[in-house]
Nanobody, 121 residues
Framework: QVQLVESGGGLVQPGGSLRLSCAAS????????MAWYRQAPGKQRELVAV???????NYADSVRGRFFISRDNARNTVALQMNSLKPEDTAVYYC???????????????WGQGTQVTVSS
C-alpha cells in the first residue's frame, strides 16, 4: 500500500496562492488515482480534486477554476495549486490514493497525515 506525505500548507491572505505537494512511496505510483480532500472544523471531509492515472482531472464546484491538480509519475508526487484563496478554503488538506490496477479499489483508502491551510487577513 502506498504511503503519502503532504507538505506546503500555511497561512495566506485572501486572494493569495499556495501549492500543496504530496509525496508517495511504497508502491508503483502510476497505478493509483490521486485526490485531494479537505476538512474544515465542524464539517465533513470533502473531495476537492481528483486526477486519474491518465491525468484526467475533476474538481469540486467550489474550487473549479481556482485550484489545479497535477501529478508527476517520475517523481511520485501529486500537487494542488490553489489560487484566489478564500477564507472558506481554510481546512486541513489531505492527499489520498486509490489503486486502479489490477483491480480498481472502490474507494480512496490511503491517506496522508494532512496539512493545514489557513486563509485569513
Amino acid at each position: 500500500q502506498v504511503q503519502l506525505v503532504e507538505s506546503g500548507g500555511g497561512l495566506v491572505q485572501p486572494g493569495g496562492s499556495l501549492r500543496l505537494s504530496c509525496a508517495a512511496s511504497g508502491d508503483i505510483f502510476s497505478i493509483y488515482a490521486m485526490a485531494w480532500y479537505r476538512q474544515a472544523p465542524g464539517k465533513q471531509r470533502e473531495l476537492v480534486a481528483v486526477i486519474s492515472t491518465g491525468a484526467s482531472t475533476n474538481y469540486a464546484d467550489s474550487v473549479r477554476g481556482r485550484f489545479f491538480i497535477s501529478r508527476d509519475n517520475a517523481r511520485n508526487t501529486v500537487a494542488l495549486q490553489m489560487n484566489s484563496l478564500k477564507p472558506e478554503d481554510t481546512a486541513v488538506y489531505y492527499c489520498s490514493a486509490r489503486k486502479v490496477v489490477p483491480i480498481p479499489e472502490p474507494n480512496f483508502g490511503s491517506w496522508g497525515q494532512g496539512t493545514q491551510v489557513t486563509v485569513s487577513s
